[in-house]
């Protein structure tokens, strides 16, 4: 397994924009599907965005799609996910996650985990 470590996260206004980074170590990363999740204040956590080991194919939520945008660099093992316009209810900690085999959105399934980076929208 990678151990996986987030950046990025802060303080915005709504209409802003933010970039977080996911450092992975310790594994083959360019063999992990990778995804970002996000837990707000009393919610499930829940799937953002996905992308397979070769960034050949990304998955988004319908509501997620066209303001955040993930991405990957194999040569510098690292993740990234592009939020655009954010709002008040984009407020989260933003965990990337890995996970070998085919790339779902299925929590449960991922088996690393990076301790999450906090990402707070004001109105």
């Known amino acids: 397994q990678v151990q996986l470590v987030e950046s990025g996260g802060g303080l915005v206004q709504a209409g802003g924009s933010l970039r977080l980074s996911c450092v992975a170590s310790?594994?083959?990363?360019?063999?992990?599907?990778m995804a970002w999740f996000r837990q707000a204040p009393g919610k499930e956590r829940e799937f953002v965005a996905g992308?397979?080991?070769?960034?050949?194919?990304?998955d988004y939520p319908d509501r997620m799609k066209g303001r955040f945008t993930i991405s990957r660099d194999n040569a510098k093992n690292t993740v990234y996910l592009q939020m655009n316009s954010l709002n008040p209810e984009d407020t989260a900690v933003y965990y990337c996650?890995?996970?070998?085999?085919?790339?779902?959105?299925?929590?449960?399934?991922?088996?690393?985990w990076g301790q999450g980076t906090r990402v707070t929208v004001s109105a």
């Open positions: 996650a890995a996970k070998t085999g085919a790339l779902v959105r299925t929590e449960a399934d991922f088996g690393s």
């Open positions: 310790g594994g083959t990363f360019r063999l992990h599907h």
């Open positions: 992308i397979t080991a070769t960034g050949s194919y990304q």
